[in-house]
């Protein structure tokens, strides 16, 4: 019980527990309180290490037993100091400062009747600020005395909430005599009913009405931190109600076994298992209007530095201003139970007829409470001892109308609406789903730029494979000594390889498209070097072709140039000397212009 699961996981941790004490002369057994401070430090920074210490970190927990709870905050501050200063000491051996600890609380601690000390460390404001309109859910919760389960990592958060919880039913913290063992039922079997009222002593008034509710009693247990050696007396026949905490994650797999509802303070979740509690703890139009109300408050005073004080240092939102809010509450409830059993009992009953009453009330006010929460309530053991301790007209005390008692208006629509849709946890979803879409998002995007930058690279790749290309060729081309053929000297070439060929001149040339224009920016070598030799190959039949003719056409002047021009032929030249200007513009029979 002192050291708790998952202790190792902090540098300091509290862990709360309850006791079964032993009967003492003249005294039945009781139940006992325990509080403890855990640490842990590096064994081997110890100046006198004990032979019994044999792992790599030491851990230990100061554990302070008292008779009740209510003084836990005082001495949380002081038990935390001590067990410091006993760990800076680095000698376990050494207990003196253990010793004058023990001695100072018979002296500090002493149970007196003033309560300015008994909500200190238990900050209602957090427990409101997370559960929010929960919070009221699970107060009425509490009454019904089922089987509560509080879960959660942190040992400390875990025992606060549930202290904060119970200390919302005025005077309890004081008459937990019977919480720590379900065969414990002093506090019903020594009870005296009240017979008399102070109205101005807050004490009797508390007294009069049936405070404090007494849930621990038979077959219940209290249990703010509970390790597993417990299971068995949770699983226990005559454990019939409990409310426990735990930090071990099993308890979460068999949640149907062992509780009612699961209260899980890791994910700020009520999970209610049980159909029919789930239909006793559903809050009313006033009962959403009144713990809206309160949570408002809290919201707008919230201060994240300082979360048990609002930021606005006022008693609106204040620890005393909430518990007044339950108090209030309670009594309220108490009050409209009383009268529901009168009118119940007499049909014909009614607030004229009952001069004490007042006029306005309704005519059954727990239907503002939720009537199944009654029904459920009649069932347990706390409503019987309030049954047979209390006056039947105690609505005569205290009015029996809810605090927030009123018409069903547009901005309890609102309100429901709004419930509904939180309850439906629309945020997470979204939020989940954004997360998602995100991730895909991020994913699809690398993989895009993955693809594009590796195709860039490819292309740049092969651009420079033929830069690199098209160099080597004009290398090797220039060590040969060989000359590159235009394309225009192929061209002027192949116009006079033969009369049919067909010249293109540059005005019949088509226009070069982009792609052509592209296509000549990056040539394809190897097909420009087959252009090339097949240019070679054309120019040089040509010349052997014309050396040929050439030949000839020697053989012919030879013969030919000592015989004189015939008559007939200078006649007809002078008689037509426009042809013999134009048969020697074109060369006569080819002598002249090849002689030129």
């Known amino acids: 019980m002192a050291l708790s699961d998952g202790a190792h996981a902090t540098t300091e941790d509290f862990s709360y527990f309850t006791l079964r004490r032993r009967g003492r002369t003249k005294k039945p057994a009781t139940s006992a309180f325990g509080i403890s401070c855990t640490r842990q430090m590096d064994a081997s920074k110890l100046l006198n290490r ?26 949380r501050e002081k038990l935390s100091m001590v067990t410091g200063a006993w760990f800076a000491q680095r000698d376990f051996t050494d207990v003196e400062i253990l010793k004058k600890f023990q001695e100072s609380l018979s ?55 549930q202290f904060s919880l119970i200390s919302l039913i005025p005077g309890l ?6 919480c720590a063992d379900p065969d414990f039922d002093s506090y019903a079997e020594s009870f005296v009913k ?15 009405m049936g405070l404090p509710i007494q849930i621990f009693g038979k077959g219940s247990l209290f249990g703010p931190y509970t390790p597993l050696q417990q299971l068995d007396v949770l699983a226990d026949h005559g454990t019939r109600s409990y409310i426990v905490g735990s930090t071990n994650s099993l308890l979460l797999q068999q949640k149907d076994r062992y509780s009612d509802i ?34 408002q408050t809290v919201t707008s005073t919230w201060d994240p530095m300082n979360p048990s004080r609002p930021n606005t240092f006022a008693y609106m939102g204040s620890e005393e201003f909430i518990r007044l809010q339950f108090e209030e509450y309670l009594l309220a409830l108490l009050a409209s139970v009383r009268y529901h059993l009168y009118l119940t009992c007499d049909p014909t009953a009614s607030a004229s007829s009952h001069p004490q009453t007042h006029q306005h009330t309704d005519p059954d006010p727990i239907v503002d ?23 039947p007209h105690l609505f005569d005390i205290v009015e029996p109308r ?14 429901r609406i709004a419930q509904q849709i939180q309850t439906l946890h629309l945020d997470d979803r979204i939020a989940t789903t954004k997360e998602s879409l995100n991730k895909r998002l991020q994913t699809g995007r690398e993989k895009v730029g993955t693809a594009v930058n590796k195709v860039w690279g490819d292309i740049e790749a092969f651009r420079e494979a033929q830069r690199r290309k098209a160099a080597e060729n004009a290398t090797s081309e220039k060590d040969g000594g060989g000359a590159v053929v235009s394309p225009s000297r192929s061209s002027s070439i192949t116009s006079f390889s033969s009369p049919t060929t067909t010249t293109t001149t540059p005005e019949q040339t088509p226009p070069i498209s982009r792609f052509t224009a592209a296509a000549a920016r990056a040539p394809d070598l190897a097909t420009a070097q087959a252009s090339v030799a097949a240019a070679g190959q054309r120019a040089g039949a040509y010349m052997s072709s014309w050396g ?37 513009a074109r060369g006569g029979d080819g002598i002249g212009r090849l002689d030129a």
């Open 50 to 75: 004990p032979a019994d210490v044999t792992r790599s970190t030491v851990q230990k927990a100061l554990v302070v037993v008292a008779e009740s709870p209510h003084l836990f905050g005082h001495l």
């Open 107 to 161: 002296v500090n601690l002493q149970d007196t009747e003033d309560d300015r000390d008994t909500y200190l460390g238990l900050s209602l404001r957090e427990l409101i600020y997370e559960y929010k309109h929960q919070t009221l859910v699970l107060f009425k919760c509490c009454l019904l005395q089922p089987k509560m389960l509080f879960f959660g990592s942190r040992c400390e958060r875990l025992c606060m909430m």
């Open 173 to 178: 913290l004081r008459r937990l005599e019977d």
């Open 194 to 208: 009240p017979t008399s009222l102070k109205t101005s002593e807050r004490t009797s008034l508390l007294s009069y």
């Open 262 to 295: 699961l209260i899980n303070l890791d994910e700020s979740t009520v999970n209610i298992t049980s159909p029919s509690l789930r239909t006793a703890l559903a809050l009313s139009t006033a009962d959403r209007r009144w713990i809206d109300f309160l949570t």
């Open 369 to 391: 409470f939720n009537p199944d929460w009654l029904s459920a309530w009649q069932t347990t053991s706390s409503y019987a001892l309030f049954h047979a301790s209390t006056d």
């Open 402 to 415: 809810h605090p927030t008692a009123g018409q069903f208006s547009i901005d309890d629509i609102q309100r």
């Open 548 to 584: 040929t003719w050439a030949a000839e056409k020697r053989k012919g002047w030879g013969g030919s140039r000592g015989a004189a021009v015939a008559p007939e032929k200078i006649a007809e030249e002078q008689r037509s000397p426009r042809k013999a200007k134009s048969r020697e």
